[in-house]
Nanobody
């Protein structure tokens, strides 16, 4: 089954940084539009960021703007998370779609990962 793989999660203290990676086994992601989402326990899935395959445009949720960055190389897409806060805790998922810049529209994505856990706590 075609699937994405996230990595880089972990337990970190408030104010520290983590970098998440998103990859697709056996394929590069350079032609895919990618979104990052997160879900905390007992909460709805929340869109975090997205990056366009066409021109590299990036967008961020207000809650992470100025602290998170999204970028890509030929093989992977990364979510750089700085100045982490306890409210950033959750399972982070990447999603991919080709040909349509879905961004926040999670139902438009074709591929999803299993998620990587991020816990921000002192």
């Amino acid at each position: 089954q075609e699937q994405l793989v996230e990595s880089g999660g972990g337990l970190v203290q408030p104010g520290r940084s983590l970098r998440l990676s998103c990859a697709r086994s056996g394929f590069t992601l350079d032609s895919y539009n990618i979104g990052w989402f997160r879900q905390a326990p007992w909460q709805e899935r929340e869109w975090v960021s997205c990056i366009s395959s066409k021109d590299g445009s990036t967008y961020f949720a207000d809650s992470v703007k100025g602290r998170f960055n999204i970028f890509r190389d030929n093989a992977k897409v990364y979510l750089q998370m700085n100045v982490l806060r306890p409210e950033d805790t959750g399972t982070y998922y990447c999603a991919a779609v080709r040909g349509y810049f879905a961004c926040k529209d999670y139902v438009k994505y074709d591929y999803w990962g299993q998620g990587t856990q991020v816990t921000v706590s002192s």
